[in-house]
Every structure is written in C-alpha cells, then in structure tokens.
C-alpha cells in the first residue's frame, strides 16, 4: 500500500472512533514506525509502505482507538524541544507546564544554582531546566520507583546525569539539602474531578500523579511546607496549579511565609504557575 493512502486509511479509522487530532495521531504514529520526520511525507506521499510496517502501524492505531495516548504509544513526548521517555508510570508532559520553565529559566539566567524537583515523574521539568542553566545542578525525587527509572534515563540520554539525581522519596519524608529552586508539579485535581477527564487520563496516566484529593490541595499544601525549610534565605519556589485555584494557593502561600514574585496565565488567562521567595 502507498504511504498516502496507508495514513488515510487510518486517519479516517481514528476519525470514526470519535478520535479529534485523527490526521495528526496516524502521521506521528507512522513517522515513528518508520524512523523519520513527519515532513518526509510531504514528498514521499507515493512510496510503498512494507508489510512489516502497517502490521505495526495497525496494532498501534488499535490502541489508539482503544483511548491510549500516543506519547505512551511510541514511547515518547517532545517537551522544551527534546523528546523525553514515557510510559504508563510517568504523566505525558503538557505544554503549559513549559510556562513554569520559562519563568524560572529567565530568574536564574547565566546563575549556577541547586534545584529540587518534587514529583518529578519522567523528570522533564528538572531535566529542562539544566539544560538551560548549564552551570546548574539538580535533585528529582517521586514516589514510583518505575518514575524514577524512567526520569533517570531520560537524563542519561540528554547526557545530564553528571548534573541529576533522581532518587524514590515521599516529600514528607525528604530532608536533604538546601536549593535555590524548589519546582514542583503536584497533583492537583481534585478527587471529585478525576471521572470527568477523558478516557485517555483516566485509563492510562498515573492516577496517583493527578489525583491532589479533597479540594485538590492535599499534596500543593505538602510542597510549600516542605519548601519552607528546604529553600535557602530568598530561593524561589516555582509550582504549578489547577484551574481556579489562584487564590487559595496564594493564600497558602503567605501563610507559609512566601512573597509572591510572579504568576503566569494560560492562553485561556488560568493562572497555571505562581512563582514565591522564602521571604
């Protein structure tokens, strides 16, 4: 079968299994089958697609109608312009939590600092920063232990070990060092919540990495106490939150003895990330 008619085949599957980024899925699924850029079917749209690689290509558009996310599907998720392994034990990267690095890469330009990643799943947040801050090191630390494998990896890859560490820890329990940054991007959806995300979530991503209880703020109101005595005089604390949860986060906050420095909205103008000083 040509490559043409082999992604539009399978777009059109994923279409009529109520699919929405349908042409996207099928082209990065079969790019990723084949090794090669998603450009390379802009003019090669008439070459002929080998046995071997639609058996392939049609388990994992199977998959996909079955809801799984393609990141987990090929095994990967571009974030801060690097691809960055994930699996079922690591959240998939979201672009809005790229706007927690770009605040805190602009605060700490051309400085060399020690950062604190808590719950850093496949360490993409961590592992970004370091690679902008290149005089800088860090610590991630997550309760899964498969989490940690996979961020340890992932840094293994982006040739950063010599500057990470990734170590299982409860946050309530970690009382190592001293940082200039703490980062963090709990779980914040409220329990109550968790059945009205897609299928994709739910079925798939780690409920433990979304799941922040009650009012969402179980494990947000963990971070900045723990953060408290974790950050050095005037370190920051960069963390991202939920929808609508602004105000009680930044209440927290003051509570904890924090100066808010700087929020950043979503494009539908969410506040998504607060970054405080320890005043």
Same mark, same amino acid.
């Given at each position: 079968?040509?490559?043409?008619?082999?992604?539009?085949?399978?777009?059109?599957?994923?279409?009529?299994?109520?699919?929405?980024?349908? +042409?996207?899925?099928?082209?990065?699924?079969?790019?990723?089958?084949?090794?090669?850029?998603?450009?390379?079917?802009?003019?090669?749209?008439?070459?002929?697609?080998?046995?071997?690689?639609?058996?392939?290509?049609?388990?994992?558009?199977?998959?996909?109608?079955?809801?799984?996310?393609?990141?987990?599907?090929?095994?990967?998720? +571009?974030?801060?312009?690097?691809?960055?392994?994930?699996?079922?034990?690591?959240?998939?990267?979201?672009?809005?939590? +790229?706007?927690?690095?770009?605040?805190?890469?602009?605060?700490?330009?051309?400085?060399?600092?020690?950062?604190?990643?808590?719950?850093?799943?496949?360490?993409?947040?961590?592992?970004?920063?370091?690679?902008?801050?290149?005089?800088?090191?860090?610590?991630?630390?997550?309760?899964?232990?498969?989490?940690?494998?996979?961020?340890?990896?992932?840094?293994?890859?982006?040739?950063?070990?010599?500057?990470?560490?990734?170590?299982?820890?409860?946050?309530?329990?970690?009382?190592?060092?001293?940082?200039?940054?703490?980062?963090?991007?709990?779980?914040?959806?409220?329990?109550?919540?968790?059945?009205?995300?897609?299928?994709?979530?739910?079925?798939? +991503?780690?409920?433990?990495?979304?799941?922040?209880?009650?009012?969402?703020?179980?494990?947000?109101?963990?971070?900045?106490?723990?953060?408290?005595?974790?950050?050095?005089?005037?370190?920051?604390?960069?963390?991202?939150?939920?929808?609508?949860?602004?105000?009680?986060?930044?209440?927290?906050?003051?509570?904890?003895?924090?100066?808010?420095?700087?929020?950043?909205?979503?494009?539908?103008?969410?506040?998504?990330?607060?970054?405080?000083?320890?005043?």
């Amino acid at each position: 079968m040509i490559l043409e008619k082999t992604i539009k085949q399978a777009s059109q599957l994923l279409k009529n299994n109520n699919i929405v980024s349908h +042409e996207l899925d099928a082209e990065v699924i079969l790019s990723n089958i084949m090794g090669v850029t998603r450009d390379f079917f802009i003019s090669n749209n008439h070459i002929k697609v080998s046995e071997r690689t639609i058996k392939k290509f049609s388990l994992a558009i199977n998959r996909r109608i079955k809801r799984e996310p393609v990141a987990y599907i090929i095994g990967k998720r +571009e974030f801060w312009n690097q691809n960055f392994i994930v699996n079922q034990a690591t959240l998939v990267p979201r672009p809005e939590t +790229e706007l927690l690095i770009y605040k805190v890469v602009d605060f700490f330009k051309n400085k060399k600092i020690n950062v604190l990643d808590i719950g850093t799943g496949s360490g993409c947040i961590l592992l970004s920063i370091l690679e902008e801050l290149n005089l800088s090191r860090g610590v991630g630390i997550d309760i899964s232990t498969k989490a940690i494998k996979t961020a340890q990896i992932n840094s293994k890859n982006l040739n950063l070990s010599h500057r990470s560490k990734f170590k299982v820890f409860d946050i309530s329990r970690f009382n190592v060092g001293k940082y200039d940054l703490v980062v963090s991007n709990p779980p914040y959806i409220p329990s109550k919540d968790i059945k009205n995300l897609s299928k994709d979530i739910t079925n798939y +991503e780690p409920l433990i990495a979304l799941n922040g209880g009650l009012d969402g703020l179980d494990l947000i109101k963990k971070v900045i106490y723990k953060s408290n005595s974790l950050l050095k005089k005037n370190g920051l604390l960069a963390i991202e939150i939920g929808f609508n949860q602004y105000l009680k986060v930044s209440s927290l906050l003051r509570r904890y003895g924090f100066k808010e420095m700087s929020r950043q909205c979503d494009y539908r103008r969410n506040v998504r990330c607060i970054i405080s000083t320890k005043v």
